[in-house]
């Protein structure tokens, strides 16, 4: 069923975790990943009970929590898992190798309960050896996304940039994927050219009520990215924002299902 709904992106990929994404969208015949930026622990409880069942991934911010322990914290990983969601941390690694695998440990250990982060590529290409050593050092795998563009205005990740970051990570059977920008269909087209088939494109910066966001965000449209390469819509507010978590968030499935129905 996956095989058929996702084509030539099943076929080619050789990452278990790609496949695992895969299998979830199609069951839950949703490509979203909630971004779960609310800043309490009740907070957070309350959303993922009410769009779990619409999301196939959840993306966290661990250290944007006010009243984060390590406890609730544990207890929340666990809820996420019986929903069947992947468990996304955007720590926006950015440091040398060692210093990023031991970041994956500290205080929130992220190494122990991530399934997927990000990283910048600004370092050099180390950092995805760190990353994927630090889930080694507890016996756990998981996948690197490389931000190849960002969804904000006067990002300084210029086209240049980009293509050594897609060139680089094409390689490394580490990384999952990448972030794409979600808000400029063009700009993603072209980037799925470059990328191939045989990884992922996450995308933020999506929004059914598309134009300029807060602080220099920028939305687009949900369908358009889903068609022009993206396999994954990162949404944040335009789900733990509205008055009806879960009738958006149920929304948003829709929209990404639909795409990729239509895309295939
Ligand atoms: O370029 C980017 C990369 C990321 S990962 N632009 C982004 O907005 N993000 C993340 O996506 C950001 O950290 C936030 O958690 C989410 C977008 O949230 P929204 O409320 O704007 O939908």
Known sequence: MAAEIWGERWAESTSDISKKYMEIAVKKRSLVCLAA???????????????GPYIAALKTHVDLVDDWTAGEWSRFCEVADAAGLLIFEDRKFADIGKITRNQMGGIYDIRSWSDLVTAHLISGPDIVDGIQAAWSDVSRSGGVLLLAQMSSRGNLLNPKYTDEVVAKGKQHPGVFGFIGNGS?????????????????????????????????????????????????IIVGSGIHKSSNPADSAKKYADASWNALIERE
């Open 184 to 232: 400029r269909p063009d700009e993603l087209r072209e980037l799925r050219q470059k990328v191939g088939s045989a990884k992922m494109i996450w995308t933020p910066g999506v929004n059914l009520a598309v134009g300029d966001g807060e602080m220099g965000q920028r939305y687009g449209d949900p369908r358009q990215a889903i068609l022009a390469g993206s396999d994954c």
């Open 37 to 51: 930026d609310r800043n309490t622990m009740a907070g957070l409880f309350d959303l993922i009970e009410q769009v």
